[in-house]
Every structure is written in structure tokens, then in C-alpha cells.
């Protein structure tokens, strides 16, 4: 089994354009496909994240911190959440991805985790 970074990106204007009914079938889709995963034994942790209102950027050059209110970059859609999965291959990977909510406002970018090795280069 290998571990699965699913990030979850939409449009947030589009999101805040959802009624309130939209946005709390929203969430209890996305608390549900929670519990699948969990049952499936998929499930590591995730979690939503606040908009990109809240967002804080740090760079650090030459040893000094800057730090910009906002996201890193103006995009069209911004990162909403994760899921840390567990999946057989990237085929499971992608057809667990799938049933994520919010990939029908936006994407779900799916990215094998690479373990740190003590010794040698692993990129």
C-alpha cells in the first residue's frame, strides 16, 4: 500500500456563490465520503481549510523571513483541503479520488508520497 496526497482546489468565488443549502449538502457529502474511506481503511487524515482570506506565504531568503498576507499565487482555483489516502496503486488512488466531493466545483490533484530515506537520494 502506498499514501496518496489528494489536494482539493476550486474557484472559491464560485463556492461563496453556493446557497446555504448547496454548501451543507457540500459538507456532509464531503463528511460521508470521510467515512466510506475510513471503512474502506483508505482513510489517513484531512481536513478543509479556511479561504485564501486566511492564507499566510513565507519565503525565507538569505536566512530572513518574508511573510505576504495571501496565497502564494493568483490562481484561477485555490486549495480548499486534503485527503491523505492509502491505496493499492495510483489507479485505486485515482478511482477513490473520484468520489471527493468537491471535484465536482473544481479538481483533485493526486500525488504519491515520497518517504524520507536516512541514506541517498530519493527524488
Known sequence: MMKYLC????DE???????QQEWDRLNRDCMDCVDDFTQGGHFLD???LLSTDAAT??????????ITDGPFA??????AGFYMLE????NEAI??????????YGCVEIRPVRELMEQGNSR
Do not use: C, F
Open 46 to 48: 484531512g481536513a478543509p
Open 74 to 79: 493568483e490562481t484561477k482555483e485555490q486549495l
Open 7 to 10: 489536494l482539493v482546489y476550486y
Open 13 to 19: 468565488k464560485e463556492i461563496q456563490q453556493l446557497s
Open 57 to 66: 506565504t513565507l519565503r525565507v531568503r538569505d536566512n530572513k523571513a518574508l
Open 87 to 90: 491505496a493499492r496503486d495510483i
Open 95 to 104: 478511482r477513490l479520488a473520484e468520489k471527493i466531493p468537491p471535484a465536482r
